[in-house]
């Protein structure tokens, strides 16, 4: 007697099993929507895109060039005290350190610091408390007293000529707060600080005010060409594939996907 009633038991499950799979199929669109797969892709646990994830939240920090803006929010003393800091550590810094190290052992300047690997150390050393010392003064101190934005905002569509020009203008004129233009008192007065402060541990023959001077015209002629570099930056990035494309003039997969789904999620930073 238990075996018909096991049967039916069995017909039974496997009606309703059979009627689930129909009501889900009709339940289906024809053709998951734009909206679903990239809300689909974006809620994968694929490790490959958590791992561009990472990268792109990586570039947003800005590990070369950290005063590279990504957007126009308010920009606080803390935002620029924090900016200072990732400045003084970013590659761009100390890979310019390196260099200015190499550079100043090749031609023996300061000759104070003498050759060999401990010259190079001093030397290194300098440019990396110099660049620290700027960004101290001007990045925090000075754009946050006088209200000025210490971030390099990136122009879309610039001829080489009209990026020169842009680049060798950022250097003296800047964004405010209220993102008017404005005189770049902390770019202007931070290096300089920078180098007066220098002077009390630089080695004797390469103080005074000519020396100063000297390292100060210097220093603007660098930041000229980093602002170069800056602009070129996003474009450098693409071609070489260094790393997933994350900036202000390129609109990212999410922000794409705003323009279409009525449900955005978190924001990019």
């Known amino acids: 007697m238990r075996r018909p009633a096991f049967i039916i038991a069995i017909c039974l499950l496997s009606r309703v099993g059979s009627f689930a799979q129909l009501s889900e199929t009709a339940t289906l669109p024809d053709a998951p929507s ?33 005063d590279l803006a990504t957007g126009k929010q308010p920009f606080g003393s803390k935002d620029k005290l924090m900016l200072a800091v990732n400045n ?36 290194l050393g300098s440019g990396m408390a110099r660049a620290a010392s700027d960004n101290l003064f001007g990045t925090f101190l000075i754009a946050s007293v006088l209200h000025e934005d210490p971030r390099f905002y990136v122009k879309k569509d610039l001829s080489f000529s009209a990026a020169v020009k842009y680049s060798a203008a950022r250097v003296a004129i800047t964004r405010s707060d209220s993102g008017k233009r404005t005189v770049n008192f902390s770019g202007l007065l931070g290096p300089l600080a920078a180098e007066v402060l220098a002077n009390t541990y630089f080695p004797e023959g390469s103080r005074g005010f000519d020396s100063t001077a000297i390292r100060y015209a210097s220093d603007l002629g660098w930041k000229f060409g980093g602002n170069l570099l800056r602009q070129y930056w996003p474009k450098i990035n693409r071609k070489l594939r260094l790393l997933p494309s994350f900036d202000e003039s390129t609109p990212t997969s999410k922000e794409r996907q705003d323009e279409h789904c009525p449900h955005p999620d978190v924001s990019p930073a």
């Open 34 to 66: 734009a909206c679903a797969q990239s809300q689909q892709k974006q809620q994968s646990p694929n490790p490959l895109h958590g791992g561009v994830e990472f990268v792109q939240l990586l570039e947003r920090k800005s590990l070369v060039f950290p």
């Open 88 to 123: 003084s550590v970013s590659l761009s810094t100390v890979g310019a350190a390196l260099f200015g190290a190499a550079y100043g052992q090749a031609i023996d300047s300061p000759e104070g610091y003498g050759q060999g690997g401990e010259g190079y150390a001093k030397r």
